[in-house]
Structure formats: C-alpha cells, structure tokens
C-alpha cells in the first residue's frame, strides 16, 4: 500500500510538473534564450501618436509580433518619445505602461528619455525599476546595466548649451568614460534619444546642432569601440557607417561603428532626407522593430516591419562591422 501511495504522489508530482510547464510555454515563459554569451533583446522607439499620446493600435501590433519572437527576448530598449507629453505627461506614461504590460511586465522594457518625456521626475517616478541617480542630480535618465557579456549604456540627451542645441553634457560625458573603461564585456550597447548624426527630419537640430560638441562626444565612443548606438527622434529607421569619413574638429575616428535610427513604432513618418553621407539601409518610412541575438563576440541584428517582412540584416563583431 505505501508503495502504491508513492506511486501515486509521484505520478501526482509529475503531472504537476508538466502542468506547469505546459503553462509557462503558453505564456511564452522559457522560450528566453539567455546565457553568460548567449541571449536576445529587441529595439523599438517613438511610440507616440500624432495627437494622441501613444500609438496603441501600432504599439499593439509590433509587440504581438515580438510576442511570436522564438527565442523570445530577455529585456526591449526603448529608444524615446513614447507618449506625446505636455501637461498630461504622467498620465500619459501610465497609459503607455498599460499597453506594454499586456505583453511583458514593465521591468523588461529600459527606454531612454525623448524630448517628449521632458520632465525627469515624472519619467522617474514612471519606471521605478530602473537605475537611480548613477550620474548624481539625473535620476532614471542617465543609466547603464550589464547583462551577459555586453553593458548597456543610456544617455539623457534633453539638455541644451547655451545656444538651445542638444548636447551630452559634462556630468554625462565624464560618468560615460567611466563606464565604457570597466573591463570585462565583449559588447558595448549605447542609447540615447536624438541622434548625432541625423538623416533629415531633425537635421541640425539634433546633437549636429553643436558639432564639436557631438563630435567630442562620438570620439569617446569611438575610442571604446563600442558594438552599436541605438537612437531615436528621426521616424524613420536608417542604419549609417559612422568611421573616418566624418573625421572633424581635430577629431579622428578609427572605428566603424553603426548609428541605428529606430524611430517609427508609432508616430508619424519623417521623410525628410537632407545628408545620405554613409547611409547603409534606409531611410525606410514604416513602423518597426529590431531584435539583437548576442551569441559570444557577435552580434546578430535583424529588422522587421508591422507585418514581420525583413528591412534589414547584419552582423556586428567586437563592435566592428561585419
């Protein structure tokens, strides 16, 4: 009898076990690829409306899309600009976390500050789980994490010089140095809101408004050879070659290093072209996402639009492009 009732309560355990299982996978639990090399994340920005404060219906339908991803992604990087902003700012972000909760809860999406969340405190207060204060007196704004074997690096760039150009400013510029000398990781990933070197929609008023400035700026990550830059505020994807043929201002730039533009998860399309100079992919009007497979020193990036076609596909190596 006793034998029979460990049988039982084994069998019991077993279909337990499965039961669970069985669960996660519906809900898309353990299909995440991650190792100490090995892992997935996907990149997605400017999921804002025309007036309204998010562009649900498209937001919606790239994270279903990503939902479908197998293996699916460890963390999503948001790369600004979520809600429209203004006056309605915190309710707004509120709203944004609502939506995005519905398909992974909120301590897996990292987004970087954009020009329409310009109120650190309440961007703050909307993502609790983020790092706090790592560059003293700029909150949740200014923020790196390390995973697997690549860190991963967020600037603020909502601040202005004296003439009302965007710029990363000293606090910024110092606390980044630091980060990009810490030993030890194969990848470096760095996100910032408005791009250093803009296609057109906000050409020479992006950080080209101030060029030694930017240029001082993508010397130090140039220096660090860091694996790709992620950016927004142009809405629109482009993927462009930034190397010597932007040498500038007595600066001199050795590696090839992709700037991403991943702007058009909802608002509205930017077609304005004004400098094509090394542009490799794009500028492509759609809305879309990206996923990024880390595997060792590589790293796999592939781009798709709202209904899954692939925009684009390459290889980064060592932060060298491949």
Not at 18 to 46: E, H, P, Y
Not at 56 to 83: A, C
Not at 167 to 186: E, F, N, R
């Amino acid at each position: 009898m006793k034998w029979i009732e460990s049988k039982k309560k084994w069998i019991g355990l077993s279909c337990g076990v499965i039961l669970l299982l069985a669960c996660a996978q519906w809900m898309g639990i353990g299909k995440t690829r991650a190792s100490a090399n090995s892992f997935r994340f996907v990149v997605m920005g400017d999921t804002r409306g025309n007036s309204d404060s998010v562009n649900e219906k498209t937001l919606r339908s790239l994270l279903k899309n990503v939902k479908k991803l197998d293996p699916q992604p460890s963390f999503l990087l948001i790369t600004g600009d979520m809600v429209q902003g203004g006056s309605d700012l915190d309710k707004e972000l509120d709203e944004w976390k609502d939506i995005v909760d519905d398909y992974y809860p909120l301590s897996m999406y990292y987004p970087a500050m954009g020009n329409h969340e310009d109120d650190p405190e309440a961007f703050g207060k909307a993502f609790p789980h983020l790092p706090n204060e790592q560059v003293p007196g700029y909150g949740r704004t200014a923020y790196s994490f390390d995973y697997g074997n690549a860190r991963f690096i967020t600037l603020n760039t909502d601040h202005e010089d004296q003439d009302g150009n965007y710029v990363i400013d000293q606090p910024q510029s110092t606390w980044l140095k630091q980060q990009l000398s810490a030993p030890g990781k194969d990848h470096t990933f760095v996100m910032f809101h408005v791009p250093a070197y803009p296609v057109g929609g906000h050409y020479g008023r992006s950080l080209d408004g101030n060029k030694p400035e930017r240029d001082a700026f993508w010397h130090t990550l140039d220096a660090a050879n860091v694996t790709a830059v992620f950016v927004g505020h142009e809405h629109n994807y482009n993927r462009r070659l930034i190397n010597s043929d932007f040498d500038a201002n007595g600066y001199h730039f050795t590696h090839d290093i992709y700037q991403l533009t991943l702007g058009a998860a909802g608002s509205p399309y930017s077609k304005v072209v004004e400098d094509k100079k090394n542009v490799v992919k794009g500028p492509k009007v759609t809305s879309h996402y990206m996923t990024v497979d880390v595997d060792g020193k590589k790293a796999v990036c592939n781009v798709y639009d709202k209904d899954d076609n692939l925009l684009d596909s390459f290889t980064v190596e060592k932060g060298a492009v491949g």
